[in-house]
């Protein structure tokens, strides 16, 4: 049986901010918490031009900057602006497209998503798929990444972590995986059991505050309500 690793993983050094078309669950204290570096190169996938406007309430400063030249990536059916990427292939979504040049870039580091939940369902379902192939891709190349979806999801590569998680929320494994689970939940997994790839065994627990989560191949966690994964960190 494969020991569990009592190192936690570290945290990536970069941070990069996408904003997508769908309607942003945001607040004024929303991007408090992201770096700088995050907020000063956002970009916007397509559609996601048309939240400059509000983004200017939260962020005066830096929609202004973002107004002027906007970093947008996509192939312009959804926006008035050229875009800076010009996507050309009808094949790929623009989320895809996005990623793609991060992946070719080896840009690793804490992706904040925002504007990627509540429309179409099967865009929805077709972006849980670019993005775990897109966290394992990284994890080939050695590149950490970890990707947060409107503060209500987040992808993490293969190890060892502590999250902090306040109600409801479940474990899906993208592949076949050997998982354990402890700390401030209801449910816990104690010694390493396997939870096949997209099963419901890790449905409906409930976190009270950090959970320390391991296991060996990517996985996301998807949460009712908006979280702070992140606050307390992955030590």
């Not at 996601?48 to 962020?59: A, F, I, N, Q, T």
């Not at 107004?67 to 602006?81: R, V």
């Not at 592949?175 to 059991?193: H, P, Q, S, T, Y």
């Not at 065994?201 to 309500?225: A, E, H, M, P, R």
Request: hydrophobic residues 35%.
């Amino acid at each position: 049986m494969q020991k569990t690793s009592s190192k936690q993983n570290s945290i990536p050094q970069n941070h990069y901010l996408a904003i997508g078309p769908c309607r942003l669950k945001i607040k004024k204290n929303t991007f408090r918490n992201l770096p700088t570096s995050a907020l000063k190169e956002a970009a916007f996938i397509d559609g996601g031009l048309s939240h400059l406007k509000k983004l200017s309430e939260y962020l005066p400063n830096l929609a202004h900057i973002w107004s002027k030249n906007p970093l947008s990536y996509g192939d312009g059916d959804s926006a008035n602006t050229p875009m800076t990427y010009l996507k050309k292939s009808q094949e790929l979504s623009d989320l895809r497209f996005y990623l793609d040049k991060k992946l070719k870039q080896k840009k690793g580091g804490i992706y904040y998503l925002f504007g990627f939940l509540g429309k179409r369902i099967d865009h929805h379902l077709l972006n849980v798929g670019e993005i775990s192939q897109f966290i394992f891709q990284m994890h080939k190349k050695k590149c950490t990444s970890i990707v947060i979806v409107d503060q209500q999801m987040i992808y993490l590569p293969p190890g060892n972590y502590k999250l902090n998680l306040r109600g409801i929320f479940s474990f899906m494994a993208t592949e076949d995986a050997k998982v354990k689970m402890k700390g401030e939940c209801k449910f816990k997994i104690l010694k390493n059991e396997k939870i096949q790839k997209m099963s419901s065994k890790g449905l409906s627990n409930t976190g009270f505050g950090i959970v320390q989560i391991f296991s060996d191949k990517s996985f996301i966690l998807i949460t009712q309500k908006s979280q702070s994964f992140l606050t307390e960190g992955i030590s």
